[in-house]
T-cell receptor, first 116, second 110 residues
Framework: DSGVTQTPKHLITATGQRVTLRCSPR?????VYWYQQSLDQGLQFLIQ???????AKGNILERFSAQQFPDLHSELNLSSLELGDSALYFC???????????????FGSGTRLTVV | GQNIDQPTEMTATEGAIVQINCTYQ??????LFWYQQHAGEAPTFLSY????GLEEKGRFSSFLSRSKGYSYLLLKELQMKDSASYLC???????????FGTGTRLKVLA
């Protein structure tokens, strides 16, 4: 157990639907990162929050949004889902905004999203 | 733009040494990570380099040359459990985000 908790572990939904993925960071970590991993794309950075504020943004689609709450957990919302959104979605956390302290990022076990 | 290149696949024999290379092009440089990822699992941290030179940690070592935009991960005394993907991730200047390469799938054969 890495200390980063992601729920649900698996999600199957239909095209056009909306889902919410949840992440609780490791105790003491203020920074949360979201990554998408498809078979042919590797880990793609989506967005980062630090202590409730957005700090960095990757190639996140407009259909996707995220936020970090006062208790530091984060949610990634995916709407108008398409087949191509099927992927593993990882959340990672770190104590600092740059992920360098205490061994970089700590990743959760991921949410496998299947859009049918 | 930013670009990270790693070989797609490598094969090595149990007990051997393997070197996995990573070349990168970024706007500035603020650190490089190596992660190990077994299929379907979360990536786990292996090493972090921000200055030139070699960082050794048990059977794993990582080297960085900032002037060449180059890093390698060296795995010694390979074990079957080392069969995994190895991901190189780089942070440029003026950003907090790390960009990951597509990873190198290492197969260790008996």
């Amino acid at each position: 157990d890495s200390g980063v908790t992601q729920t649900p572990k698996h999600l199957i939904t239909a095209t056009g639907q909306r889902v919410t993925l949840r992440c609780s960071p490791r105790s003491g970590d203020l920074s949360v990162y979201w990554y998408q991993q498809s078979l042919d794309q590797g880990l793609q950075f989506l967005i980062q929050y630090y202590n409730g504020e957005e700090r960095a943004k990757g190639n996140i689609l407009e259909r996707f949004s995220a936020q970090q709450f006062p208790d530091l957990h984060s949610e990634l919302n995916l709407s108008s889902l398409e087949l191509g959104d099927s992927a593993l979605y990882f959340c990672a956390s770190s104590p600092t905004p740059d992920g360098t302290a205490r061994g970089g990022y700590t990743f959760g076990s991921g949410t496998r999203l299947t859009v049918v | 733009g930013q670009n990270i290149d790693q070989p797609t696949e490598m094969t090595a024999t149990e007990g051997a040494i393997v070197q996995i290379n990573c070349t990168y092009q970024t706007s500035g440089f603020n650190g490089l990570f190596w992660y190990q990822q077994h299929a379907g699992e979360a990536p786990t941290f292996l090493s972090y380099n921000v200055l030139d030179g070699l960082e050794e940690k048990g059977r794993f070592s990582s080297f960085l040359s900032r002037s060449k935009g180059y890093s390698y991960l060296l795995l010694k005394e390979l074990q079957m459990k080392d069969s995994a993907s190895y991901l190189c991730a780089v942070r440029g200047s003026g950003t907090y985000k790390y960009i990951f390469g597509t990873g190198t799938r290492l197969k260790v054969l008996a």
